[in-house]
């Protein structure tokens, strides 16, 4: 068995590219050096049990008892020889960030010396000690610990001497608690569904993927002024700040060049990204000044959401190397663009071919055609479901708000797809076809050209885009795991490419001849979900008056959001696809009430304190400068002239005063609302007063506090302005 130990290129790269240049070390040398690769495996395991991994990663199968004990003995030395000491299952749980607990992989030996020791029982399941991460209910005290179990489709990787084994976590009746579950078992339905779909086409289809690449954006604040800011640093956005004369009104950032400082820091993440097997390929400013977006290539669904969770913990932890704080937050700053995570998503078969791919010839464009009306046709269907995968109090900001989709779902296609689409629609009359009909409709679905200019150069403000080989989800939000939106659009589409396919068998058992019968179900969906598609501008109020004629739902609230996913409709769908039970999905409902709760509830409680203890009396320090200056007039001048010189100080200090009332009085009475609403017992009843009672007045407050940071000296406000925190130098 081969030996990788700590390679020269390895050390080369951990070393501060800024100290020593940076490394003239190829990424492909080093790409993945801490991942247990099929290449590592191979090295480190038996045949026996690489097969066994090869086929649980490709067939999902499970892995046995034997083989898992081989399986844990090959992980053991690969880590140990990439000096970890430690293990621990690397898990999703549903407070949004990921979870571990290290363990040693030394044991006491009978002799007082000690061994490591790692086996196959504590590689396939572990009882992580998690009795405060949130289940809805599903835990009760008696069987306080679910279980994270291996999930041998994302590979282990060492991090910080750590062994990470990707893992699912469930609780001991097998209900899902955490992201990756779902996620899995909807990868499966699709899959299952997919397959059948193209076996009409193609019957060496035996699998179909689930690709997605997450564009990822972010915004970049200085350390120091960062811990100046005690809402930035409790609530990750900033709960007051009067805006800054410059923002982006000169688009300069997006088009500008990449801070130094900053590029830096990018460099560092993208290294550390590469040893771990994340393929980070784009980055570049965004609008917002200090806002960035980085984007790895496209990956199977979950690795793709692995990777993109450990890509933000990366990311925090090499920008404190920087004297940085990256803010993943959907809406950190008042006034200034908010962040999102672009889904970019698609189904491709084990044969290679991308189902939203056109352009190849009449039989696969009939197949693209086929995935394609039913994913709109799902997108309709389901729009509020997919709007309950991708709301939260963060997105609340920044959906909307005039610089991302409102919370109206619909779907982008570009002028060359409608067209096609509208062409088949007329062309297509139910009535029995000809076969001359039949053999130029073929023809020219044939024809659907590959490249659509129209697509690359997209309409931006749309939530769901057609982008010519690839649907992009478009309002998820920057600090969103993203399984959860996955989840809900594998699904989605697993159910209605399982329509698609019965209706057409239908057809044919009535006589009707297959492609004949695949055009009338692609011309039915069509009909069936017209009113979801919209190529103008989403940002618009005449496309919220247009999309309410439509009949399509508009629901800015969060709660009234979230609530969709326990509707009748959701249930149903989600049962039939197998892929959450009725009980998880009240659970799930339930966590995230309580998140948004708990969150307003910090926020409040944040706002409140810096208020009063450090706004009113900074504010009350400067009144009492006007008042000096004031007292001083009043004795050098004569009543005419005094008039004059101290109008304006007389107002400011009337302006103080009044307005430094409505913060208190304000804080009071959010308080008392807090109060109130704290006391009840149920958690939809609390939330909702929360919502209506508490949150409006963190608007209300900080309207003063935004005033008062205009009139109040300037080297006496205590937290760090605007301008100071969106300019780096
Ligand atoms: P843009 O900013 O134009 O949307 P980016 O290059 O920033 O483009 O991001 C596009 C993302 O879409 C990348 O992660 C890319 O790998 C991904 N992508 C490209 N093709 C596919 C596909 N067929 N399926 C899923 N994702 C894809
Ligand atoms: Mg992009």
Redesign the pocket.
């Known amino acids: 068995m081969g030996k990788l130990r700590f390679s020269a290129v390895e050390n080369a790269i951990s070393r501060h590219p800024q100290e020593v240049g940076f490394p003239a070390v190829k990424t492909s040398e080093y790409f993945g050096v801490n991942v247990f690769t099929k290449r590592k495996m191979q090295e480190y395991l038996s045949q026996e049990a690489f097969n066994s991994v090869m086929d649980a990663i490709e067939r999902g199968t499970k892995v046995d008892r034997k083989v898992s004990n081989q399986v844990a003995s090959g992980m053991k030395a690969w880590a140990i020889d990439k000096g970890a000491t430690h293990y621990t299952h690397w898990f999703h749980p549903l407070t949004g960030a990921t979870a571990e607990k290290h363990d040693a992989f030394f044991e006491p030996a009978s002799d007082a010396s000690v061994i490591e020791n790692f086996d196959g029982g504590k590689l396939v399941q572990q009882e992580p000690d998690a009795s405060s991460l949130p289940s809805g209910g599903m835990r009760n005290t008696f069987e306080a610990r679910g279980y994270t179990a291996w999930d041998p489709s994302s590979p282990a990787f060492v991090m910080d001497s750590t062994l990470c084994i990707p893992s699912v976590y469930v609780s001991f009746k097998g209900d899902s608690l955490d992201y990756k579950t779902p996620l899995l078992k909807s990868i499966e339905a699709v899959d299952r569904a997919a397959v059948e779909l193209c076996n009409y086409f193609d019957k060496n289809v035996t699998r179909v993927n689930v690709?997605?690449?997450?564009?990822q954006e972010y915004f970049l604040v200085d350390d120091a002024l960062f811990n100046a800011r005690p809402d930035l640093k409790l609530t990750d956005r900033t709960l007051m700040g009067h805006s800054s004369a410059k923002d982006q009104q000169l688009a300069d950032h997006y088009f500008g060049y990449i801070p130094m400082r900053v590029s830096s820091f990018m460099r560092e993440f993208e290294i550390e990204a590469y040893k771990l097997g994340i393929p980070v390929?784009?980055r570049h400013n965004e609008v917002a000044p200090n806002q960035y977006?980085c984007?790895?290539?496209?990956e199977e669904v979950n690795l793709a959401v692995d990777h993109n969770q450990l890509l933000m913990t990366i990311m925090k932890r090499v920008a404190k190397r920087h004297n940085f704080k990256v803010l993943f937050h959907e809406k950190p700053y008042k006034e200034v663009n908010g962040s999102g995570k672009?889904c970019?998503?698609?189904l491709i078969t084990d044969t290679g071919v991308?189902l939203?791919a056109p352009g190849k010839t009449p039989k696969t464009n009939m197949l693209f055609l086929s995935f394609f009306v039913s994913v709109i046709k799902g997108v309709y269907e389901y729009q509020d479901l997919l709007r309950s995968s991708i709301v939260s109090l963060g997105n609340e900001h920044r959906l909307g708000a005039a610089e991302a989709p409102p919370a109206i779902m619909s779907v982008f296609l570009g002028e060359e797809m409608n067209k096609i689409l509208d062409e088949l629609e007329t062309r297509v009359s139910g009535k029995k076809m000809s076969p001359d009909e039949k053999t130029e409709l073929k023809l020219d679905v044939g024809k659907i050209p590959e490249i659509m200019p129209d697509n690359t150069d997209r309409n931006r403000t749309s939530p769901f885009a057609f982008?010519g080989?690839?649907f992009?989800f478009r309002a998820v939000g920057s600090s969103t795991n993203v399984a959860s939106p996955m989840t809900a659009l594998n699904t989605i589409v697993a159910s209605e490419l399982t329509e698609f396919r019965k209706e057409v068998d239908k057809l044919i058992e009535g006589g009707i001849k297959k492609d004949e019968a695949i055009f009338q179900v692609i011309k039915n969906f069509i009909v069936a979900s017209k009113k979801v598609r919209f190529d103008g501008n989403n940002y618009s109020d005449e496309w919220k008056k247009e999309a309410a004629k439509r009949g399509l739902t508009n629901i800015d609230d969060v709660l009234d959001a979230l609530s969709a996913m326990v509707s009748d409709k959701a249930k149903s769908l989600y049962e039939e696809m197998k892929v959450f039970s009725a009980r998880e999905l009240h659970a799930r409902l339930e966590i995230d009430i309580e998140k948004y709760n708990k969150k307003l509830q910090i926020e409040a409680r944040v706002l409140g304190d810096l208020s009063i203890n450090h706004i009113l009396p900074t504010v009350y320090k400067y009144q009492n400068v006007l008042i000096e200056n004031v007292k001083g007039l009043k004795e050098l001048f004569a009543e005419n002239d005094f008039d004059k010189l101290a109008a304006t100080q007389l107002a400011s200090i009337k302006e103080i005063s009044s307005r430094a009332a409505m913060v208190n009085i304000k804080v009071n009475n959010m308080i008392d609302e807090r109060r109130k609403a704290n006391v009840i017992p149920e958690i939809d009843k609390k939330a909702r007063m929360y919502a209506d009672r508490v949150k409006p007045y963190l608007d209300e407050i900080r309207y003063q506090i935004d005033h008062l940071e205009m009139i109040v000296d300037d080297e006496l406000w205590p937290l760090p302005k605007y301008r100071e925190l969106l300019f780096i130098r």
């Open positions: 690709g997605l690449g997450c564009e390929k784009t977006e984007a790895p290539v496209f672009h970019n998503w698609s991308n939203f982008t080989n690839r992009e």
